[in-house]
């Protein structure tokens, strides 16, 4: 079957968050279940290094028609990979800049128009180059496929059949425009209404992308479920349990490739679960990485890589920050992204030197380092969709404290000590006493040497490959393949 991937973001391309990984590793896995995966993405300024040699135009001018004006848009063919085509939208004036969706502060004011234009270009440039049996979208920026789909392009011979599956990422981020936004971008007005994209006087496109699409998909199962809630669905819940029966949770996998302590190259050193002796030098380099030299070797260290987004829960955080300052542990925190975080993290750093450091930006290097050198790793997300950094934890022997929401709970299991059952340590409500206790658990637990390497070692032989969800997906696109056809 041949599937086209529309996404904003694909690693090594360009990448903001987990959605990144997720459209560059679930590819080359289908491809491995023999489809056919075409993945296109704009060209960002960051896309072009990737670029080698002479740029190749798949279709030099696509017209991209606005109320007043046309667009015109190439696309680059950036060759296969691991038998992936990718291919990249050209449109320098909206896409050629420093970042994806805005610089600090501030979205772009023109990323309807940015991701008005992507998506339409998609449809267009698949009319060229193979419409696929299954379009699968991703997110917000890449949610007006199905609508165009389904309403402009609803006539087209060549796009009809095409099926649609659309993939919830993060529910928070919904691309959320004027109603002139309509007009804009050539929908019929009769499209903005409280069944289809309007939502609160917003044009909203993820909404509109819930409503169109034939399958919605969510990265784990709980989430799925929490969703259609009040408190987690932003809004959304009402429209999402309507299409409760089209709803799934797949869980994301990682790339062990990347994300193995026995082969990762920014490591000091290797180690197994067998072997767990690497550990100790990857930990004395992570502190030597962040100034804390002086830890103290039975000093239990916490790491946190993360964005600084009020969804991470780290003002639970700062509401113990002084509590656990007093206790005999360690903290190193890599993350960006709200001033009042980066604040928050540089001041308890400042205040509390050779116990807690801080390091403000994005870096995957450190970020591995921290993997593998911390003893504890801390997600005390409010929501989390599924989380990519507990799981990568439990490979690297670094024993997760998570709260229990979304794919954090769908992967965790609190540790039993009678057992010796369990990977991490969990807290269910958002308080700042129950991550407090939490922590105070796996304090505890670090004490019993013999009790933790069992725990790191239960951690690590867990498996989240892609492989099982590839297959989950590639089902989902059967299904979608046959409701289109009969
Ligand atoms: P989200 O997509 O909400 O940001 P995920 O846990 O799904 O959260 O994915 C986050 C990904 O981004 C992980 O691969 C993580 O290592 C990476 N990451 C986040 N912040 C940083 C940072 N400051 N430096 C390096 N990597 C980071």
Known sequence: MHIVFAASECVPFAKTGGLADVVGALPPHLVKLGHEVTVYLPLYARVRPHIKGEWKYAARSITIPFTYYNRFVGVVDGGKRDGVQYYFVDCPELFDRQELYGIRGGDYPDNAERFGLFCRAVLEATKLLGVPQVFHVHDWQTALIPIYLRTVYAADPMLNHAGVVLTIH???????????????????????????????????????GLVYSDVLTTVSRKYAEEIQTAE????????????????????????????????????????????????????????????????????????????????????????????????????????????????????????NKGNVAAQIRYDDALAHKIEAGADMFLMPSKYEPCGLNQIYSLKYGTVPVVRATGGLDDTIEEWNAEQGTGT??????????????AIDRALDAFQNKKAWKRLMRNGMARNYSWEQPAREYAAVYEEVARRRVS
């Not at 340590?425 to 308080?431: I, L, Q, S």
Request: glycine content about 10%.
């Open 170 to 208: 993060n529910a928070g981020y919904q691309g959320k425009f004027p109603p002139s936004t309509t007009e804009q971008l050539l929908f019929p007005w009769d499209l903005f209404t409280l069944d289809k994209v309007e939502q609160f006087n917003d044009f909203n496109f993820l909404k509109g």
């Open 232 to 351: 987690f669905g932003e809004r959304l819940d009402s429209v999402l349990r309507g299409r409760a029966a089209d709803l799934r949770g797949i869980l994301n996998g990682v790339d062990y490739a990347q994300w193995d302590p026995a082969t990762d190259g920014n490591l000091a050193a290797h180690y197994t679960p067998e072997n767990l002796a690497g550990k100790q030098e990857c930990r004395a380099d992570l502190l030597h990485a962040f100034g804390l030299e002086k830890v103290a070797a039975s000093t239990p260290v916490i790491g946190i890589v993360s964005r600084f987004a009020t969804q991470k829960g780290f003002d639970l955080v700062e509401q113990i920050a002084a509590k656990l300052s007093d206790r005999d542990v360690a903290v190193v925190a890599l993350g960006s992204g709200e001033p009042v975080y980066e604040k928050f993290f540089r001041d308890w750093a400042f205040w």
């Open 424 to 437: 991490g340590f969990k807290f269910y409500g958002y308080e700042a006493a129950d991550l407090l206790a």
